[in-house]
């Protein structure tokens, strides 16, 4: 899959924020908080840029089970319907949410153990109320940059990125919304399985995406495997 005539690595940071890691965060993943470490040895490798995203909803967000009625209000389980903002003939079913990741609260932070000092760029993503963005390059209908702070495609493209490696959270969504659309966007793509969580860690969750995974060509390693390595050693 790797391209040996050129490599410019950039490392993606995916929704490491306080809302999104146990014990204290709304949607807490176990583990999630313990990525701190790997993350940290991952930014201090010479990538050409490091990029973090960060969920950053309104208050009023469709994806809010207090922003439904009764009875279909249920965090998990109740369902709504979104539609596309920039097609409104076109909708999809999204699943509700507890509140999380608010602009301005501290659940919607990059967690104190992550040295954010070592970020180039943060895309505040999902700001749009009538909308998911579990990606970091697009909404859930594919839509690009209206609904976030920065175009990471365009921003990437711009730097001359060849390979994008991943991490963060989680696994089952974010993480793999964002390492698929990386690889839609042309960029070698490779998810860090020592720096990732999943809600579900079994076969419905992470082997499901790993399925996705295959699928869209982005390439699971270790931190240890020659691909990380590569990144090691790539002269700034």
Known sequence: ???????????????????????????????????????????????????????????????????????????????VMATNPQNPSEWKQLTLWPVHCVQGTPGAEIIPEIDASKF????????????????????????????????????????GIT??????????????CTAVDARKEGFETFVIREGTRSVDEGESGWGAAMKGFQAADVLVVSINDKQVGRVRTFPL
């Not at 930014?43 to 973090?52: G, R, S, Y």
């Not at 909308?131 to 365009?154: C, Y």
């Open 1 to 79: 899959m790797e391209k040996q005539d050129k490599f410019v690595p950039a490392l993606l940071v995916v929704d490491m924020q306080e809302d999104f890691c146990a014990p204290n965060g709304s949607l807490g993943v176990e583990g999630g908080r313990e990525l701190a470490s790997v993350i940290n040895e991952l930014l201090q490798l010479p990538f050409v840029l490091k990029v973090a995203t960060k969920d950053f909803h309104p208050q009023d967000h469709i994806s809010f089970d207090t922003c439904h009625p009764p009875p279909n209000n249920k965090s998990f389980e109740s369902k």
């Open 120 to 159: 180039d760029f943060v895309v505040e993503k999902g700001r749009d109320k009538r909308t998911e963005m579990f990606s970091g390059f697009a909404d859930m209908f594919g839509n690009r940059s209206a609904v976030a702070s920065l175009d990471l495609a365009a921003l990437l493209k711009e730097r």
């Open 163 to 176: 390979h994008v490696y991943t991490v963060g959270l989680t696994g089952d969504c974010c993480v793999k």
